[in-house]
């Protein structure tokens, strides 16, 4: 049967006369078009059986090879069938036009009403063409390049026929034990939100053929999990979850974000995926979203695991009153939702309400109109691996290093007449590099350290390995595989740093110990590579280290013994160039830090925002015990939130404030003179904090409130301003509202969240 428009039922019936409109190139969402695509959804949901309705609320995952023979039994078998009742509104992990097309056209051209499916995966630093980690791309404080890295993903991911991206994720995160840090944007709400938004608008854009729907995740509370150890008990206050966790959510949902996953923790003892406070209370009622939620994979039946459902069909009517509206692959909603709701268990209008959102999805992104939007082969041919794509990864790579440390200014390196001396398997690394959740690209397509070093023509490279870090490392592993015991390459590491002028090491975390179930007790540089470096300082000081980590590190000693550290985090494809042009001085690193640095993992979890306490560590007698304190380590971190070195000086200068006080419906203003006092051109990234002193629950003893981004050039002086008025101030109050509360401030304007600079302000409202 030839698809004609909607659906060959829908075309031949001509019961959708709402539907036969002309099919624009581009579907931008808009208060004018939404109505027109409401009655669309209503036309369709119309025509729909119980069953198909509870069917757009399955996901499977892809279960079968496409160019092969259909499934004749099993599992496989069922789901085939399922897709040709029109029993699946979505699939995920299927990827490619060619397999695409051949799914689409069974839904589309063999079910009773052609409803097309949405294709989803998890493209969440790049598909082929890989950016940073998310959490490097975070440090770079920069908005418009995070939107060009979600963008550039985002086209690749759509002309390979994909329309759906689990991402972005917007947990706070205070822990680094917890693997899935290296997928967000750290540890400040306010970050977060920026953050989100700007991957938001990249992934989604007009929703053009070049663009795919935005999940956002998770939902909520998961990164909060006890011990940094993924998929454990959350237990966090209302304030927390209010004031931390939930902000970078309301933003990206203000952003224009179509859908939204649940999270498979618990909060309040209730988990995400079956907890109505979340999901119909908050989201859909007190923000008003019209997308729609997906379960995280299995997530529904996890609760049985968790104790709040006595089997899979209880599980599913949780989950359904609750309003999460798909089923990622626990298989409770087709098994079970028809009888539910003909047990009056749960009411066909929460189906209604559910499917109604899918659909409105779908409609959204111009399926309806063209189901094979994204399914052109020669565009997806085209398309992948740009060379503009290439560029953009290696902009993103660079303005996501960190300079941690540069003693002596030890860096940039000269670029003639050196011996340099490289050291570590990280160097020679060309998979590691993409990091985790990469699932699209291929291995060994990164460009190692090496190879970037050694696209500089004017020095003399050695190599040597030294040690492993992981062997045998593999996606699904269940065992980290660290290199705890094989130092045989020590010894000719050693020789090779004995005669160079420089060493540049290379080490940190492979790039699959870090992600979702990747947590850990021990944040130390894993394995022998401690050992390593020490040896190799014995016999050279003169060392650069370049950390390939996906979450912060404890390495005290070498923030002791080291003269120059660079954060290189999991930069993607185009890695090793990124960090030779970085250390070469060919790009001048401007990067701050998403999260601290612990000294210890005994100081997990860790975070600037804190709370004052009633015995606070500030100002308090050393002779004392008797105040908030470890015995054997100092609060501190070893590098702060906001922390970030460039080859360039900037002084900060002539700190003013408009006025004392504002009060409703007005705003004050902050500036600082920032000069840059070397011959470097160079950015920084000017940080505004505030503290509210009084408050009616206790508040942080300094928020991140803005930040500006800006080059300035050698010998130069810039003067940044902020505004700062109700919105800047409010907060999750006592009254269980966002509110702005009369009182005192302070304000701090610097260089990262340590700053001492301040100046005080009222906000007064009578």
């Given amino acids: 049967m030839k698809y004609n428009k909607i659906s060959p039922y829908i075309a031949?019936?001509?019961?959708?006369?709402?539907?036969?409109?002309?099919?624009?190139?581009?579907?931008?969402?808009?208060?004018?078009?939404?109505?027109?695509?409401?009655k669309k959804v209503d036309s369709v949901l119309a025509l729909m059986t119980l069953e198909e309705k509870v069917g757009q609320m399955n996901q499977y995952n892809g279960f079968w090879e496409v160019t092969g023979p259909v499934p004749k039994d099993g599992a496989a078998a069922l789901k085939y069938e399922h897709l040709k009742k029109g029993w699946v509104g979505s699939m995920l992990n299927v990827k490619g036009v060619k397999d695409v097309k051949a799914?689409?056209?069974?839904?589309?051209?063999?079910?009773?009403?052609?409803?097309?499916?949405?294709?989803?995966?998890?493209?969440?630093?790049?598909?082929?063409?890989?950016?940073?980690?998310?959490?490097?791309?975070?440090?770079?404080?920069?908005?418009?390049?995070?939107?060009?890295?979600?963008?550039?993903?985002?086209?690749?991911?759509?002309?390979?026929?994909?329309?759906?991206?689990?991402?972005?994720?917007?947990?706070?995160?205070?822990?680094?034990?917890?693997?899935?840090?290296?997928?967000?944007?750290?540890?400040?709400?306010?970050?977060?939100?920026?953050?989100?938004?700007?991957?938001?608008?990249?992934?989604?854009g007009d929703f053009g053929e070049f663009n795919v729907a935005a999940c956002v995740k998770h939902f909520a509370g998961y990164s909060f999990a006890e011990s940094g150890r993924d998929y454990n008990t959350v237990d966090i206050s209302n304030n927390t979850l209010h004031n931390i966790v939930l902000p970078p959510f309301k933003a990206a949902l203000e952003a224009g974000a179509l859908t939204f996953m649940n999270s498979f923790n618990e909060l309040e003892g209730i988990p995400a995926t079956g907890n109505p406070y979340l999901q119909r209370e908050i989201l859909k009622g007190q923000w008003n979203f019209k997308g729609f939620v997906v379960s995280d994979w299995g997530s529904l039946g996890e609760m049985v695991s968790h104790g709040y459902a006595k089997d899979l069909k209880e599980a599913a009517e949780r989950a359904a009153n609750a309003g999460s509206d798909m089923d990622m692959e626990s298989y409770g909603y087709v098994a079970h939702l028809t009888a539910l709701v003909r047990e009056g268990k749960v009411s066909e209008d929460k189906i209604d309400d559910a499917v109604r959102r899918i659909l409105r999805v779908k409609f959204t992104l111009g399926l309806f109109d063209n189901p094979y939007k994204y399914c052109d082969e020669t565009r997806e041919q085209q398309?992948?691996?740009?060379?503009?794509?290439?560029?953009?990864?290696?902009?993103?790579?660079?303005?996501?290093?960190?300079?941690?440390?540069?003693?002596?200014?030890?860096?940039?390196?000269?670029?003639?007449?050196?011996?340099?001396?490289?050291?570590?398997?990280?160097?020679?690394?060309?998979?590691?590099?993409?990091?985790?959740?990469?699932?699209?690209?291929?291995?060994?397509?990164?460009?190692?350290?090496?190879?970037?070093?050694?696209?500089?023509?004017?020095?003399?490279?050695?190599?040597?390995?030294?040690?492993?870090?992981?062997?045998?490392?593999?996606?699904?592993?269940?065992?980290?595989?660290?290199?705890?015991?094989?130092?045989?390459?020590?010894?000719?590491?050693?020789?090779?740093?004995?005669?160079?002028?420089?060493?540049?090491?290379?080490?940190?975390?492979?790039?699959?110990?870090?992600?979702?179930?990747?947590?850990?007790?021990?944040?130390?540089?894993?394995?022998?590579?401690?050992?390593?470096?020490?040896?190799?300082?014995?016999?050279?000081?003169?060392?650069?280290?370049?950390?390939?980590?996906?979450?912060?590190?404890?390495?005290?000693?070498?923030?002791?013994?080291?003269?120059?550290?660079?954060?290189?985090?999991?930069?993607?494809?185009?890695?090793?160039?990124?960090?030779?042009?970085?250390?070469?001085?060919?790009?001048?690193?401007?990067?701050?830090?998403?999260?601290?640095?612990?000294?210890?993992?005994g100081q997990l979890p860790l975070y600037y925002n804190h709370k004052s306490t009633g015995r606070p560590g500030n100002g308090q007698p050393t002779e004392s015990v008797f105040w908030s304190h470890y015995i054997d380590e100092q609060n501190a971190p070893l590098y702060p939130f906001g922390y970030g070195l460039s080859y360039s000086k900037f002084e900060y200068s002539n700190f003013k404030i408009s006025a004392s006080s504002f009060g409703k419906g007005g705003n004050i203003t902050v500036s600082v003179d920032v000069k840059n006092i070397s011959n470097?051109?160079?950015?920084?990234?000017?940080?505004?904090y505030i503290r509210d002193l009084v408050g009616s629950v206790t508040r942080p003893v300094k928020e991140l409130k803005g930040f500006e981004l800006t080059e300035i050039k050698a010998g130069q002086t810039k003067t940044v301003t902020f505004t700062i008025n109700e919105k800047t101030i409010e907060f999750y109050t006592a009254n269980n509202k966002w509110e702005a509360e009369p009182g005192d401030f302070k304000v701090y304007v610097g260089t990262n969240s340590d700053t001492r600079t301040e100046l005080p302000f009222s906000y007064i409202t009578n």
């Fill in 12 to 38: 031949a019936t001509g019961l959708l006369v709402v539907l036969a409109c002309s099919s624009p190139k581009k579907s931008f969402v808009t208060e004018n078009n939404r109505d027109a695509i409401d």
């Fill in 103 to 204: 799914l689409q056209k069974i839904a589309v051209e063999e079910t009773r009403l052609g409803i097309p499916v949405i294709f989803g995966y998890d493209v969440i630093h790049g598909y082929k063409t890989i950016s940073p980690i998310p959490l490097a791309e975070a440090a770079s404080w920069d908005m418009e390049a995070i939107k060009k890295s979600a963008e550039i993903a985002a086209a690749e991911a759509a002309a390979s026929g994909l329309n759906w991206t689990f991402a972005p994720m917007v947990d706070v995160s205070r822990d680094a034990r917890w693997g899935r840090v290296m997928e967000g944007a750290g540890e400040d709400p306010y970050l977060n939100s920026q953050i989100a938004v700007a991957r938001v608008k990249g992934f989604q």
């Fill in 383 to 601: 398309t992948i691996g740009k060379k503009e794509f290439q560029d953009g990864v290696l902009d993103m790579a660079k303005k996501s290093i960190v300079l941690l440390k540069n003693d002596n200014n030890l860096l940039p390196l000269k670029k003639e007449g050196l011996k340099i001396a490289v050291i570590g398997a990280l160097a020679n690394d060309k998979t590691s590099p993409l990091g985790s959740w990469r699932i699209g690209a291929d291995d060994g397509t990164a460009v190692s350290v090496l190879e970037g070093l050694q696209n500089y023509k004017g020095n003399r490279i050695s190599y040597a390995k030294g040690a492993d870090v992981a062997i045998g490392q593999t996606v699904f592993a269940s065992e980290t595989h660290i290199n705890t015991t094989d130092k045989s390459g020590f010894t000719e590491a050693i020789s090779t740093a004995k005669g160079a002028d420089v060493v540049i090491m290379v080490l940190g975390e492979h790039g699959l110990q870090t992600g979702e179930g990747r947590s850990r007790a021990s944040l130390d540089l894993p394995g022998v590579q401690q050992e390593l470096l020490e040896e190799v300082y014995k016999v050279n000081s003169n060392i650069v280290l370049v950390l390939n980590n996906g979450r912060p590190l404890t390495i005290p000693w070498a923030a002791q013994h080291i003269p120059a550290i660079v954060e290189g985090w999991q930069l993607g494809t185009q890695s090793g160039n990124a960090i030779a042009q970085v250390l070469y001085g060919d790009y001048n690193p401007s990067g701050k830090l998403p999260m601290s640095f612990p000294k210890s993992v």
């Fill in 680 to 688: 470097v051109d160079g950015k920084e990234v000017v940080q505004l």
